[in-house]
């Protein structure tokens, strides 16, 4: 058995009164494509942030590729990671929000290159033959001289996609990435994402309330209720038998709110 690429251990988060996780554990392996379902304010997105290091912990402890993300070793004992740790792991890290944060007063070209620039030294002849390569497998390079208020929703999207893989992470993170798109534009972006999970061996971690697709795109399905895992397992045993009433009664009220499982 390989080491986990993610592996969660008892990790708590609060906000002001509010218990957003409640001493969650959970392992990712390396490869796995993941999908976290469940109700709003569960903790799904913030799972997210925090492996990100958008938020921070409370309590537990988070190792990526075995080694702490959260903390660091000095003098034998483990101690807060300082700022340098922190960015050092940040790199192995990529995420997709729900609303594209594309740099507006650059095309396209230049919102993906510059992140390589700026963090890896990469010279831009080499980073934007990187880019273009990327562009063209979300469909977009003939849009890479546009700017983001000529493209659509789904075309910002694919390039906030692009952007996110022009750093080479290990472990590619996407909050609900089609939920501010017209549902015309949905399926554009979805397609991308089924070609990723398809053609690449990085993991990749999808929280979205589009159920139909987390059973196409995910090996495994966790569903969250009130910052814990309520139930997990293959995508066939989550969405056609569910053994936990609370994941029981959420698919209910999605299949009777029109959307496929």
């Given at each position: 058995?390989?080491?986990?690429?993610?592996?969660?251990?008892?990790?708590?988060?609060?906000?002001?009164?509010f218990k957003v996780l409640d001493g969650l554990s959970m392992k990712v392996m390396p490869g796995e494509k993941?999908?976290?379902?469940?109700?709003?304010?569960?903790?799904?997105?913030?799972?997210?942030r925090i492996l990100m290091t958008l938020e921070r912990i409370d309590g537990g402890h988070i190792r990526i590729?075995?080694?702490?993300?959260?903390?660091?070793?000095?003098?034998?004992?483990?101690?807060?990671?300082?700022?340098?740790?922190?960015?050092?792991?940040?790199?192995?890290?990529?995420?997709?929000?729900?609303?594209?944060?594309?740099?507006?007063?650059?095309?396209?070209?230049?919102?993906?290159?510059?992140?390589?620039?700026?963090?890896?030294?990469?010279?831009?002849?080499?980073?934007?033959?990187?880019?273009?390569?990327?562009?063209?497998?979300?469909?977009?390079?003939?849009?890479?001289?546009?700017?983001?208020?000529?493209?659509?929703?789904?075309?910002?999207?694919?390039?906030?996609?692009?952007?996110?893989?022009?750093?080479?992470?290990?472990?590619?993170?996407?909050?609900?990435?089609?939920?501010?798109?017209?549902?015309?534009?949905?399926?554009?972006?979805?397609?991308?994402?089924?070609?990723?999970?398809?053609?690449?061996?990085?993991?990749?971690?999808?929280?979205?309330?589009?159920m139909g697709f987390a059973h196409d795109f995910a090996d495994r399905v966790l569903f969250f209720d009130r910052?814990?895992?309520?139930?997990?397992?293959?995508?066939?045993?989550?969405?056609?038998?569910?053994?936990?009433?609370?994941?029981?009664?959420?698919?209910?009220?999605?299949?009777?709110?029109?959307?496929?499982?």
């Amino acid at each position: 058995m390989s080491t986990p690429i993610i592996d969660i251990d008892g990790i708590t988060k609060s906000f002001g009164a509010f218990k957003v996780l409640d001493g969650l554990s959970m392992k990712v392996m390396p490869g796995e494509k993941l999908a976290l379902i469940g109700p709003s304010g569960s903790g799904k997105t913030t799972i997210l942030r925090i492996l990100m290091t958008l938020e921070r912990i409370d309590g537990g402890h988070i190792r990526i590729g075995g080694e702490q993300l959260y903390h660091m070793e000095r003098e034998g004992r483990l101690v807060p990671a300082d700022e340098r740790h922190l960015t050092r792991m940040r790199r192995k890290i990529g995420m997709v929000f729900q609303l594209f944060n594309l740099f507006p007063h650059k095309c396209v070209l230049d919102n993906v290159t510059l992140a390589p620039m700026l963090t890896k030294g990469i010279a831009r002849p080499a980073a934007e033959k990187r880019a273009m390569e990327l562009l063209d497998m979300v469909g977009l390079a003939d849009k890479a001289k546009a700017m983001p208020a000529q493209l659509s929703g789904g075309q910002k999207q694919r390039v906030a996609i692009a952007r996110a893989l022009a750093l080479s992470p290990e472990i590619m993170l996407f909050d609900e990435v089609t939920s501010a798109l017209d549902p015309e534009l949905v399926e554009e972006v979805l397609t991308v994402m089924r070609r990723l999970a398809a053609e690449t061996d990085m993991t990749m971690l999808l929280v979205t309330h589009e159920m139909g697709f987390a059973h196409d795109f995910a090996d495994r399905v966790l569903f969250f209720d009130r910052g814990r895992i309520v139930e997990e397992g293959k995508p066939d045993e989550i969405f056609r038998h569910p053994t936990q009433e609370r994941t029981q009664a959420f698919l209910r009220k999605i299949i009777a709110a029109g959307h496929r499982v």
